[in-house]
């Protein structure tokens, strides 16, 4: 199981942190971000694998960080300089490889809205 928190509406320039808690039996090798826009398809964002490595889309370079606490099984995502472009809904998911697409992750989160204007 996972749960989304830490969504909002924000003004554009500031900084949100997300958390998805997980729940799980086993450690899933890939805990990852993707997020969804109305009318648009579902856009990895970042990703993270219990070796360490982490990956990022074009839109999250040089703003968004994914960290992974293994400790507490939390998934975060701090975002910064929010921009209106960045308003979706983000989900957290987990699965046995990492990858840019949502096909291979094999559980989801119900999702956090972020609106930024």
């Known amino acids: 199981q996972l749960v989304?928190?830490?969504?909002?509406?924000?003004?554009?320039?500031v900084s949100l942190r997300l958390s998805c808690a997980a729940s799980y039996t086993g450690d899933p090798h890939c805990l990852a971000w993707f997020r969804q826009a109305p009318g648009k398809e579902r856009e990895g964002v970042a990703s993270t694998d219990s070796d360490g490595h982490q990956r990022y889309g074009d839109s999250a370079l040089g703003r968004f960080?994914?960290?992974?606490?293994?400790?507490?099984?939390?998934l975060y995502l701090q975002m910064t300089n929010l921009q209106p472009e960045d308003t979706a809904t983000y989900?957290?998911?987990?699965?046995?490889?990492?990858?840019?697409?949502?096909?291979?992750?094999?559980?989801?989160?119900q999702g956090t809205q972020v609106t930024v204007s």
């Open 4 to 13: 989304e928190s830490g969504g909002g509406s924000v003004q554009a320039g």
């Open 65 to 74: 960080t994914a960290s992974r606490d293994s400790t507490t099984n939390t």
């Open 91 to 109: 989900y957290c998911a987990a699965g046995d490889f990492c990858h840019s697409s949502p096909s291979p992750y094999s559980a989801w989160g």
